[in-house]
């Protein structure tokens, strides 16, 4: 079973910045998973959406075969051409009841890349809702970034409580998603996610991917192959997992994740908007 996109899939895409819903895997799969991830959770009483960052992927062994898979490969080809980096990952998970948020933002604007060609997988482990938070776009903002204001609010699930003011919300849509559902969005694009206001979890994880022509401008990082070749070199790369909760891994997302909160992004406005 082929999983590419069509031209009218990859036409909309480029033209809109976003394609939902996409299948993964099957919700009885996507419920296995969530399983998996909540059992470390109750193992070792962290909580997977704060203490995995950015290299989350490559902490369970799952998670890795999930990004490496053809549902999500296949179909980053078919956006990003054969050769495709996952620059970063995360478990984006809103309690019950929460006052937890995600302000509208842009995700290139704090990631250091030229040219601006990552685009966003999220996958859902739970269903995503109107109810619980699910993520929403404003289709055509991909074009161009804006400048965010840091305002660490601490109900603000981003690092920094980045902020794009002053958005007409009146085009904005929903990307509700099933378990084992993904959406795509380019980095680019506006987007956030209110509060949870249901009785359960809702969990999803978020794969960065780019091309693997695409620069550091913010030095020498290290990255996944997700897919193809390396035929440039601007990139380090990670090691592949051995097991679930690999040591190396851990020492290494703990690592990365300082460097990026330590990372002071030039005026936004300022960075180049060059797309893929």
Known sequence: MSHRLT???????????YLTPVRAIAPEQAAVLREKLESFERETGLNAGQDLQLKAHAYFQWAYQLAKSPAIVEVAQSLLGPDVFCFASRFWIKEPRDQKHVSWHQDMAYFGMDPQAMITFWIALTPATRANGAMRFIPGTHRALRTH???????????????????????????????GEFSIH???LLHNSPVNDTDD???GLAL?????HVKSTLGRRSVSLLCGEDRYGHWDHDPAPTRDRDPVIWELMQQDFNAYTKTRIVQVAEAGNSQA
């Open 186 to 188: 380019h980095g680019n």
């Open 7 to 17: 031209q009218d899939q990859i036409d909309f895409f480029e033209r809109e910045g």
């Open 201 to 203: 979890r809702r969990i």
């Open 208 to 212: 960065m991917l780019f091309p693997t």
């Open 149 to 179: 204001a840091e305002t660490y609010d601490p109900n603000n699930l981003l690092t920094r409580g980045q902020s794009v003011r002053d958005v007409d919300e009146s085009q904005a849509l929903t990307a509700e998603l099933q378990a």
